[in-house]
Nanobody, 120 residues
Framework: VQLVESGGGLVQAGGSLRLSCAAS????????IGWFRQAPGKEREGVSCISDGHEYYADSVKGRFTISKDNAKNTVYLQMNSLKPEDTAVYYCAAGLIPSLMYSEFYDYWGQGTQVTVSS
């Protein structure tokens, strides 16, 4: 089982990025996929997750970020618009059977992370 994130980078405040999470090796298709982020000196926080067609967002990103899933490509995307400097963090995607933004312990598999830096 492998999750590979891509799409991070440096962007100015107000800009956009689209992160991708490519999944492989899964034997079932009902995993929830979540996006988490961790900024230096801060705890990891849930950003968004998608499960069984339902989308969940942290209040801090609601209205700016959109999560989507392409089943044919086994890829989950996180479209991030109106980025703010406080969005700067390493973003991780994770897979688990229980969708949650609060409990990262529910996720069994994690990617290596991709850096997002938003300059002011």
């Amino acid at each position: 089982v492998q999750l590979v994130e891509s799409g991070g980078g440096l962007v100015q405040a107000g800009g956009s990025l689209r992160l991708s999470c490519a999944a492989s090796g899964f034997t079932r298709d009902d995993y929830a996929i979540g996006w988490f982020r961790q900024a230096p000196g801060k705890e990891r926080e849930g950003v968004s997750c998608i499960s069984d067609g339902h989308e969940y967002y942290a209040d801090s990103v609601k209205g700016r970020f959109t999560i989507s899933k392409d089943n044919a490509k086994n890829t989950v995307y996180l479209q991030m618009n109106s980025l703010k400097p406080e969005d700067t963090a390493v973003y991780y995607c994770a897979a688990g059977l229980i969708p949650s933004l609060m409990y990262s312990e529910f996720y069994d598999y994690w990617g290596q992370g991709t850096q997002v830096t938003v300059s002011s």
